[in-house]
Every structure is written in C-alpha cells, then in structure tokens.
T-cell receptor
C-alpha cells in the first residue's frame, strides 16, 4: 500500500471551506484513496473513498487528478465540530487485510 | 444504526498480567481488526481476522498477543503478559464483505493502562 503524506495541522474558521491535500506518489493501480476522521478519544470514522476524478457525499468531496499522485479532501462550510484529525489512506477498494494510518492532519476550526 | 461495542472502556492492570479486551462487531460483518493508538500518536494496525483465522498482522502483534472469535459474536484481543508500553487505546473495527468501499466501523475503544 502506498505511503501518504499530509500536512500536520491546519487552522480554519467556521463557515469556511477547508481543503486538505494528501500526496501519494507511489499509489498502485489497485489502491483507492480513503479518508477517515477521528475525534479525541474516539475511533476513526470513514468519510469518503475514491479512485479518480471527483466523489461527493453528504459530508465531503474528494478530488483525485488523473495522475492520482495526490488527492484533496474538501469540507464545505466547516463548523467547530469538524475539529478533528483527518487521515488519508491508500486502500484496496473493498478493503484489505492491512490498513496503514499515517500521522493525519489535525484540523482546528475556530469561531 | 448498528455499531461496534467494546468492553471495558478502561482497563487498569499491572505489568506482567494478562488482559482480554472484548469487542462485539456489527452482526453481519465478516472482517475484523484490532488497532492501537498510543496517546498523542497515530492509529497503528495490529491484526486482521477473517474466516476464523488471522489474515494479516503487524510487527507489533508478537507472541504476547492473540485474537479469538469464541462464539460467533465476540472478538477478543488477549495480551498475555502486559508491558508498560502496551498502555494505549485499543480499537476494534469490523467490515462487511458486501461493502463497495473500505468502510471500517470502529468501536469506541478500550483504554488500557499498565502500571
């Protein structure tokens, strides 16, 4: 599974759109990009997964360019409750037997 | 909404003691995982379990660790002789085989404190 690199932390204000970029230069053909969110003292929670182009759900959008060497998680109009750690992972589409979390991006949303 | 449950929420044990952490995955899920997270650090994969056997394990998952699905509903992690460095949050996760994505459902975790 490809290694992913993300910024360590980001700050934002309520109501703003937040874009978190993840680089994965060595992504394999079978790898998908999956994002999880983790609040303090809780387990991670799945947000979104994509292979290329754009995926959108009720929580976020995921943009993956054609070369798939990077991806961007977009959170529209963040609120204080979006303060969390966001993890970008390379995974097999339907999951595999080993999931590697990186250090994640600590997003802090201010009022 | 179905959820993964874990017990106990907090376990305090003395070094050298055995501990068993318990998880009840979502009922129709077939893939099970254990992770740990040392305070302030990233989530680390320990082991995955499918079809009643270990599918994959990390270098952390040494002979001191074992997993079991004793009765078709519980999924347990045993640490035979705990060390101070085993102090961490332990998360159980499960996933359905019919999923169209790698959506693992995580439990609330068990905080293990080894003194």
């Amino acid at each position: 599974l490809a290694k992913t690199t993300q910024p360590i932390s980001m700050d934002s204000y309520e109501g703003q759109e937040v874009n978190i970029t993840c680089s994965h230069n060595n992504i394999a053909t079978n790898d998908y990009i999956t994002w999880y969110q983790q609040f303090p003292s809780q387990g991670p929670r799945f947000i979104i997964q994509g292979y290329k182009t754009k995926v959108t759900n009720e929580v976020a959008s995921l943009f993956i360019p054609a070369d798939r060497k990077s991806s961007t998680l977009s959170l529209p109009r963040v609120s204080l409750s979006d303060t969390a750690v966001y993890y970008c992972l390379a995974t097999l589409r339907t999951g595999g037997f080993k999931t590697i979390f990186g250090a994640g991006t600590r997003l802090f949303v201010k009022a | 909404e179905p959820e993964v449950t874990q017990t106990p929420s907090h376990q305090v044990t003395q070094m050298g003691q055995e501990v068993i952490l318990r998880c009840v995955p979502i009922s129709n899920h077939l893939y099970f995982y254990w992770y740990r997270q040392i305070l302030g650090q990233k989530v680390e994969f320990l082991v995955s379990f499918y079809n009643n056997e270990i599918s994959e394990k990390s270098e952390i998952f040494d002979d001191q660790f074992s997993v079991e699905r004793p009765d078709g509903s519980n999924f347990t992690l045993k640490i035979r002789s705990t060390k101070l460095e085993d102090s961490a949050m332990y998360f159980c996760a499960s996933r359905t085989s019919g999923s169209k994505s790698d959506e693992q459902y995580f439990g609330p975790g068990t905080r293990l404190t080894v003194t």
